[in-house]
């Protein structure tokens, strides 16, 4: 239970890739964080791509960066409704600048390129968002998992096994959550 005491943020919206949410989520809880699913309504029921349902336990503005170790953003459609609202944007900036781990994949990307935080960092994506993460100034690589210092990336499902891990051992790297 390397991960006793961490949190993490999940954030969720409509269309999320089912197992791009939860695969991670499972995974750092199975190790022993604390994680939280987050949307834009405390209470509201998201449905992934599959059909799986995610409840959100609270509302991005009831969040706060500084209560957390990390966040998990995942694919599916969910990243392009994300990208629009402040405060998702906020709280990733934020974990950007104090260097806490930040998972996305497949086209979670959209987020963190809203974010304004890619410049000069090597990640990777899908490969349907290759041009949109270069031209926000990152360095692009057709590999499972790319981990550039706290940003851990990665390409789709299949990927999920060294994905998870790589953002766990990135959690377990970093400092605990000021509480």
């Given at each position: 239970?390397?991960?006793?005491g961490?949190?993490?943020?999940?954030?969720?919206?409509?269309?999320?890739?089912?197992?791009?949410?939860?695969?991670?989520?499972?995974?750092?809880?199975?190790?022993?964080?604390?994680?939280h699913?987050?949307?834009?309504?405390?209470?509201?029921?998201?449905?992934?791509?599959?059909?799986?349902?995610?409840?959100?336990?609270?509302?991005?503005?009831?969040?706060?960066?500084?209560?957390?170790?990390?966040?998990?953003?995942?694919?599916?459609?969910?990243?392009?409704?994300?990208?629009?609202?402040?405060k998702?944007?906020?709280?990733?900036?934020?974990?950007h600048?104090?260097?806490?781990?930040?998972?996305?994949?497949?086209?979670?990307?959209?987020?963190?390129?809203?974010?304004g935080?890619?410049?000069?960092?090597?990640?990777?994506?899908?490969?349907?968002?290759?041009?949109?993460?270069?031209?926000?100034?990152?360095?692009?690589?057709?590999?499972?998992?790319?981990?550039?210092?706290?940003?851990?990336?990665?390409?789709?499902?299949?990927?999920?096994?060294?994905?998870?891990?790589?953002?766990?051992?990135?959690?377990t790297?970093?400092?605990?959550?000021?509480?």
């Amino acid at each position: 239970m390397r991960l006793t005491g961490k949190r993490v943020i999940a954030l969720v919206d409509e269309e999320f890739e089912d197992l791009e949410l939860w695969y991670p989520v499972y995974r750092v809880r199975e190790e022993g964080a604390e994680v939280h699913l987050v949307g834009a309504e405390k209470g509201k029921k998201y449905i992934g791509k599959y059909g799986v349902p995610a409840e959100a336990e609270f509302s991005y503005e009831e969040v706060e960066s500084q209560n957390y170790d990390g966040i998990l953003v995942p694919g599916g459609w969910a990243p392009d409704k994300l990208r629009r609202y402040p405060k998702v944007l906020q709280l990733v900036r934020e974990m950007h600048e104090a260097r806490k781990p930040i998972g996305q994949i497949c086209h979670a990307g959209w987020v963190l390129i809203s974010a304004g935080i890619l410049k000069g960092v090597t990640v990777t994506s899908t490969p349907g968002i290759r041009d949109d993460m270069e031209n926000a100034g990152s360095i692009w690589k057709d590999e499972a998992v790319v981990a550039d210092g706290h940003i851990i990336s990665a390409r789709r499902p299949p990927d999920l096994p060294p994905y998870g891990k790589a953002f766990c051992d990135a959690l377990t790297a970093s400092g605990a959550a000021q509480k």
